[in-house]
């Protein structure tokens, strides 16, 4: 579910993996290290992660409490915002203005404040249950499906006007989406919960979406990210045990993060370059590799990490994770990157 800033710059990782179409991260440090802060978030699921660097504030979204919770970006807890039946998906307005949440249960996008932290509106977009979100060419795009193999992809302008679905449809289950700046009018789209598992690179043709690149990518896809330049996607899924990137215009292998097990996030840092993973398998959960680097700098036990629950702070120093173990609270992890 990203789309939410965490974008890679991949200039200096280019040349790391010119020589070679697939590499991997063999270095690892001696030990892991204790999550910096963890903080217990008023929440019994998890469903995505935003982080608004301006007005210092992490969105967490979960779709059994039909809430968001807030805390500031040390992890003490803001507020809570409730009565957004089964939030879902979170991102960022362009402007920083606006956190907009998918509401799986009504069939709309609300709007959130970023200053004032209220609802601001919620639009209408059919009675589809509405999941993940992203933003491209000022358009907000989201996946839905409430029934199996009922799914697809709609969008609607960021004033709530011209809402309409069928852009893709026939999809197994809500796709992942991902975009990012540096390709206006690209959009990464990976089905989650099948093996094998499509990925697909869509672009914006006239009023619709065109197919661009698919393949497969690994079983159980979990996570998808464009790097910042737009160059490459990142994918985490249960197998291969990487992190896989693929350039953005074929879908050609470009390179591997060597995770661990069962790889379920990723995310990048749009001021460093620095990539974060994240494996839900025992151990460590949680690697850092610095940007041009397929070799892990810092790595954490991050317990019962979540799918698609990493997101970078300001300045590439922080990095949220979010995990819970069963009956107990969800947790919000905050990591010295």
Partial sequence: MHNRSRWLTATAMTAA???TTLLSATALPAAAEPPQVSVSLALTSFSDIAVDAAHGHVFVSSKADHAVAVTDLSGTAVTKLSNLPGARGLVLSP???TVFVALSEYGAIAALDTLTLTERARYPVGEVCPADLAITNGR?????????WGAGIGRVALDGTGART?????????????????RPGLLAAAQPSLSPSTLRVLREEGDGLA?????????NLADVEFSTDGTQVHAAAGAPYSIQS???DTL???????????PVAVSTSADTGALAAGTNSTGTSVRIYPAGSLDVSRSYEVPDLHLASLAWGPGGQTVYAVGNRFGQPTQLYVLNA
């Fill in 95 to 97: 402007d920083g203005g």
């Fill in 17 to 19: 993996l010119l020589s």
């Fill in 252 to 262: 050609a292998v470009r390179g591997s993060y060597n995770t661990g097990p069962y």
């Fill in 166 to 182: 069928g852009l893709a449809f026939g999809h197994y289950s809500p796709q992942q989406l991902a975009t990012t700046p540096a």
């Fill in 246 to 248: 693929y350039t953005s």
């Fill in 211 to 219: 197919v661009q690149a698919t393949r497969d990518a690994g079983s």
């Fill in 140 to 148: 907000l795009y989201f996946s839905y499906g409430c029934t199996t």
